[in-house]
């Protein structure tokens, strides 16, 4: 019972999270930079599509602790949607910059 109390207020922190939020802390966990993540999350959430969102997601879970660069994870994306590769070596040298 009370593990249930523990969690429940983390439980709904993370629920509140923004798409922004969420995109931040998946590329910081991927090995990006905080800084770049951050810059990263805030205009990808208001750039992406949510499939997009979701293919990101994807390809991010599915690196397997590997660390990526926006290099790595246009590549991994490779050109299943190259709108979003686009976007997402966009947000990055702007980012980087």
Known sequence: MKRVL??????????????A??????LEA?????S???????????KLSYGQL?????VVKDAGGEKL???RLAHRLGDADPALVARLV????????
């Open 21 to 26: 939020e969420r995109i931040t802390a998946k």
């Open 54 to 58: 979701e293919e990101l997601n994807r």
């Open 69 to 71: 660069t926006v290099n």
């Open 36 to 46: 770049t993540a951050r810059c990263m999350g805030n205009r990808l959430a208001a």
């Open 6 to 19: 523990v969690l429940a207020p983390v439980l709904a922190l993370s629920a509140c999270a923004t798409p």
């Open 90 to 97: 966009e947000t990055g040298v702007v980012c980087a910059i």
């Open 30 to 34: 991927a090995g990006l930079p905080g």
